[in-house]
């Protein structure tokens, strides 16, 4: 089971840039394929990003596509979210996950283990 503890959250105005980082025990790490969520106070849990094992593919939600940018660092079991542009929309705890063996989409369902999220504000 891989563990995951993020970082990088904070207070932003809005237009400004953040990078988040997910940190991950485990030599199976770079076997997942991994994901960015969040979660608005009131809203559910909403995909962001995702990133395949080889970092060659990625997919993101709408409401951040060619804002956000996700990456990851195998030798370093990491992975990151790039946010620039930044809106007050963007405010929420967000959260990186593993995806399930398998499972190639994008609800909450389809990713195992969870981080303990950071929390990001955007000010306008």
């Known amino acids: 089971q891989v563990q995951l503890v993020e970082s990088g959250g904070g207070l932003v105005q809005a237009g400004g840039s953040l990078r988040l980082s997910c940190a991950a025990s485990?030599?199976?790490?770079?076997?997942?394929?991994m994901g960015w969520f969040r979660q608005a106070p009131g809203k559910e849990r909403e995909f962001v990003a995702r990133i395949n094992w080889s970092a060659g593919s990625t997919y993101y939600a709408d409401s951040v596509k060619g804002r956000f940018t996700i990456s990851r660092d195998n030798a370093k079991n990491a992975v990151y979210l790039q946010m620039n542009s930044l809106k007050p929309e963007d405010t929420a705890v967000y959260y990186c996950a593993t995806a399930r063996p398998g499972r190639v989409g994008v609800d909450v369902t389809d990713f195992g283990s969870w981080g303990q999220g950071t929390q990001v504000t955007v000010s306008s």
């Open positions: 485990g030599r199976t790490f770079s076997r997942y394929a």
